[in-house]
């Protein structure tokens, strides 16, 4: 088996056709971009998952809080740092943006409208129940993209973080285990894969701005993330 879980692989494999081709066809790329404007809810079942510990959250949460913050601060903070000092450093790459980050309108300006149409699943394709989760499923995340909105997208307000406490809450209030919830979401878990292999498209899309500042984005992401994990076992 390789280290490297599949849908890495794939995106690996994605990109390098990519690269051979010399373009994205506009087929991939609706798809691709619509999987990828919907990535978000793809982790609500996991994060729902945190239900399954319970036990431990009740006996150990200061300490679980301290390290949840704590080592996510010390991960952006840690990344900010090495990629501006990589980038503004004493042999910089070539500018790929004013002030060292990307404009929001450039970035919006460069990327493909996304696809708003979808294919519906056959009804007839799901039981009663798989369906119910996953209409429950999707509509609370509807209503919490709506709330993030409408509060200009504050962190609180995160519509993954307030999905999954819905329906922790929801759960737990109709004593439903974690796993018979999970058991009928599979559908939306299973999308992980192929999103993870859609990334390759806007990589493809922006590979300049990647290829000359590989340095910064490699180091920030290797410094980030060793300084988080050291934080959180500290």
């Known amino acids: 088996h390789l280290p490297i879980s599949g849908p890495i692989c794939g995106m690996a494999a994605l990109l390098a056709w990519l690269h051979l081709r010399g373009e994205v066809k506009s087929e991939l790329g609706k798809v691709c971009d619509g999987i990828l404007a919907n990535m978000a809810i793809l982790f609500v079942p996991v994060g729902v998952g945190a239900m399954s510990y319970s036990s431990l959250f009740a006996s150990a949460w200061p300490v679980i809080v301290?390290?949840?913050?704590?080592?996510?601060?010390?991960?952006?903070?840690?990344?900010?740092?090495?990629?501006?000092?990589?980038?503004?450093?004493?042999?910089?790459?070539?500018?790929?943006?004013?002030n060292g980050s990307p404009r929001a309108d450039d970035c919006r300006r460069n990327s493909p409208a996304r696809t708003e149409e979808s294919k519906t699943m056959s009804l007839t394709d799901l039981s009663s129940t798989p369906l119910l989760y996953l209409g429950l499923t999707f509509a609370i995340y509807a209503i919490a993209a709506e709330i993030s909105r409408?509060?200009?997208?504050?962190?609180?307000?995160?519509?993954?973080?307030?999905?999954?406490?819905?329906l922790v809450t929801l759960l737990w209030l109709a004593r439903l285990d974690y796993q018979h919830y999970f058991a009928n979401v599979q559908l939306i878990h299973f999308l992980l894969g192929p999103a993870t292999v859609a990334l390759a498209v806007p990589l493809f899309r922006q590979r300049q701005k990647v290829r000359q500042a590989a340095l910064p984005i490699v180091g920030g992401v290797i410094c980030g993330s060793a300084a988080g994990v050291l934080t959180a076992v500290a």
């Open 150 to 166: 409408r509060s200009r997208s504050h962190p609180l307000a995160n519509p993954v973080l307030l999905s999954v406490c819905c």
């Open 66 to 98: 301290l390290a949840i913050v704590v080592g996510s601060v010390a991960t952006l903070l840690t990344a900010a740092f090495v990629t501006r000092f990589l980038i503004d450093g004493p042999h910089p790459p070539s500018r790929l943006w004013k």
